[in-house]
């Protein structure tokens, strides 16, 4: 594929941990994320699409500002959010970007403390972002882009109802989400909350 349009900082940590070169699927989540455009992405496996989200975000939103969120990556569960968390940490060792997970089982209370006090990406699971939603633990007024990671999983029952309500709070900004089936909720979702939108299939 074309080379990629990404900082130099960006490009040399990637290559200095062997995560280079993208499949043509995650040059689609560069373009995507750099676009400002909704994007529903649907491929067979998901781990390097994290990759080249975090090394897109990173791209963007370059340095910490303000206090509040400006990307939102909604999750299923700690091991994903840990995931997103571990390649924002090896990529973006070049800025001060403040990156913090939220899910079940850390105290809530510190979780809030932490992205309270200055937050540029958060990656959470939609119950726990609900719960911090419900104590005013998160400002979603400045978040840009919100990611689902595996959409038909966060709009199941049990997580749908949580979703919906996160989007509502940041409406008019991109959605992306991933996916590795056509099917679900998926269509559904980014019909009601990220019209117009593309959908792409590796």
Same mark, same amino acid.
Request: neutral net charge.
């Given at each position: 594929m074309a080379k990629l349009k990404l900082n130099a900082e960006v490009l040399s940590a990637l290559e200095s941990e062997k995560l $280079?070169?993208?499949?043509?699927?995650?040059?689609?989540i560069v373009?995507?994320? =750099?676009?400002g455009r909704n994007k529903w992405l649907i491929t067979k496996d998901l781990a390097p699409l994290r990759v080249a989200v975090a090394a897109t975000v990173i791209h963007q939103l370059k340095a910490s500002f303000e206090d509040v969120a400006r990307t939102l990556i909604l999750v299923q569960n700690s091991t994903i959010a840990d995931e997103y968390a571990h390649h924002f940490e090896i990529l973006g060792k070049h800025t001060d970007l403040r990156v913090w997970t939220a899910y079940q089982g850390?105290? *809530? $209370? =510190?979780? =809030?403390?932490? *992205?309270y006090f200055g937050a540029d990406v958060v990656i959470a699971t939609p119950k726990r972002l609900n719960e911090l939603l419900n104590i005013e633990g998160f400002n979603s007024a400045s978040v840009q882009t919100l990611v689902l990671d595996a959409s038909y999983q966060l709009l199941k029952v049990g997580n749908i109802a949580f979703t919906q309500r996160i989007s509502d709070s940041i409406p008019l900004k991109q959605r992306i989400s991933l996916s590795t089936v056509n099917k679900g909720s998926t269509a559904a979702y980014m019909d009601r909350f990220a019209f117009p939108f593309t959908t792409e299939e590796y």
């Amino acid at each position: 594929m074309a080379k990629l349009k990404l900082n130099a900082e960006v490009l040399s940590a990637l290559e200095s941990e062997k995560l $280079l070169d993208f499949s043509t699927a995650q040059g689609a989540i560069v373009s995507a994320l =750099k676009s400002g455009r909704n994007k529903w992405l649907i491929t067979k496996d998901l781990a390097p699409l994290r990759v080249a989200v975090a090394a897109t975000v990173i791209h963007q939103l370059k340095a910490s500002f303000e206090d509040v969120a400006r990307t939102l990556i909604l999750v299923q569960n700690s091991t994903i959010a840990d995931e997103y968390a571990h390649h924002f940490e090896i990529l973006g060792k070049h800025t001060d970007l403040r990156v913090w997970t939220a899910y079940q089982g850390p105290q *809530i $209370l =510190k979780q =809030k403390e932490d *992205i309270y006090f200055g937050a540029d990406v958060v990656i959470a699971t939609p119950k726990r972002l609900n719960e911090l939603l419900n104590i005013e633990g998160f400002n979603s007024a400045s978040v840009q882009t919100l990611v689902l990671d595996a959409s038909y999983q966060l709009l199941k029952v049990g997580n749908i109802a949580f979703t919906q309500r996160i989007s509502d709070s940041i409406p008019l900004k991109q959605r992306i989400s991933l996916s590795t089936v056509n099917k679900g909720s998926t269509a559904a979702y980014m019909d009601r909350f990220a019209f117009p939108f593309t959908t792409e299939e590796y």
